[in-house]
């Protein structure tokens, strides 16, 4: 069965970088079949989506956020990370990973909440 | 493109049947158009892809309908854990915006 693990600082400063990592059991982050996608959701808003990675490395962006965001992947530590530069508080959010099939996110992590201190 | 979801809020008894709408700010294609129910601490569940297809494991009582600019997710007989927020998302492809997904504002589902 699929699962999907976010991992990574739950504070960080302003103005400096946010990482996170997603780690991928029970499934291939190589298969041709799915994309995989990083969303966020501010305390008690709704869901953004911020970025996309396929197997072969094409990374698409959501271009609110496009110059500040890097998603990229690591296939020998089934991982796809996710770093946005110059954070502020606007950034604070859960941080969801998820898989991409049919134009949808059919599996999510559990999500992680990063808090954006000033 | 905007979804825009109505009601904000639908307030309605177990038994009672559920209509949710998401409208496109312009025609989509229904191929690319998803449903989302989410509860409070939980991620979001994918309830519905490609406008009315079921994702695996999702019961029956939730069914997708709608084309062009509307669409409408419909749970048939409410159940106790069907309280939530709803959200619809599309996914959209041009040459200024390649590989785009954007999600509706979400509805709330309470119990009345």
């Known amino acids: 069965q699929l699962q999907l693990q976010e991992s990574g600082p739950g504070l960080v400063k302003s103005s400096e970088t946010l990482s996170l990592n997603c780690t991928v059991s029970?499934?291939?982050?190589?298969?041709?079949?799915?994309?995989w996608g990083w969303i966020r959701q501010p305390p008690g808003k709704g869901l953004e989506w911020i970025g996309s990675i396929y197997f072969s490395g094409s990374t698409y962006y959501n271009p609110s956020l496009r110059s500040r965001v890097t998603v990229s992947l690591d296939t020998s530590k089934s991982q796809f990370s996710l770093k946005l530069t110059s954070v502020t508080a606007a950034d604070t959010a859960v941080y969801y990973c998820?898989?991409?099939?049919?134009?949808?996110?059919?599996?999510w992590g559990q999500g992680t909440l990063v808090t954006v201190s000033s | 493109i905007e979804l825009t979801q109505s009601p904000g809020t639908l307030s309605l008894s177990p038994g009672e049947r559920a209509t949710l709408s998401c409208r496109a700010s312009?025609?989509?294609?229904?191929?690319?158009l998803a449903w989302y129910q989410q509860t409070p601490g939980q991620a979001p569940r994918l309830l519905i892809y490609g406008a009315f297809r079921r994702a695996t494991g999702i019961p029956d009582r939730f069914s997708g309908s709608g084309s062009g600019t509307d669409f409408t997710l419909t749970i048939s007989r409410l159940e106790p854990e069907d309280f939530g927020m709803y959200y619809c998302q599309h996914y959209g492809s041009s040459l200024i915006k390649p590989h785009m997904y954007t999600f509706g504002q979400g509805t709330k589902l309470e119990i009345k």
């Open positions: 312009q025609s989509v294609s229904g191929n690319y």
């Open positions: 998820a898989r991409i099939t049919d134009y949808a996110f059919d599996s």
């Open positions: 029970g499934g291939s982050l190589t298969s041709t079949s799915y994309y």
